[in-house]
């Protein structure tokens, strides 16, 4: 048995789930925050047979693509510490996955 956790842009984690539950994974949803632009993530916990790891990061590749996107930087100018927003690119989305070995497997 095998533990999968991926870490999703928000943008994708519905059509993922939805991929990953036509496939009959059972999936636990957690909200959580990214660290750099603090947008939101979704954490997806994924217990799987070992037989079926491939299959599961497969559909999370396909579906969480890395994109460009702008967002404000602010940056101070003059004395009077004012503050002027400048657009910068940055990349979003995509998913950062963990596959880990499970020990035992319990469910009441």
Do not use: W
Not at 11 to 26: G, M, R
Not at 37 to 42: A, F, S, W
Not at 60 to 89: D, H, L, V, W
């Amino acid at each position: 048995m095998k533990l999968i956790v991926a870490i999703v842009h928000d943008e994708d984690s519905h059509e993922l789930i939805k991929k990953l539950a036509s496939k009959e994974f059972n999936i636990t949803k957690l909200a959580s925050t990214g660290g750099f632009l603090k947008t939101g993530n979704t954490t997806l916990i994924i217990g799987v047979e070992k037989s079926k790891v491939d299959e599961a990061l497969k559909i999370i590749a396909n579906t969480c693509k890395t994109r460009k996107e702008y967002t404000m930087a602010s940056s101070m100018i003059g004395e009077t510490s004012s503050f002027i927003g400048q657009p910068i690119e940055v990349s979003v989305g995509g998913a950062t996955v963990f596959v880990l070995d499970v020990d035992q497997f319990v469910k009441f």
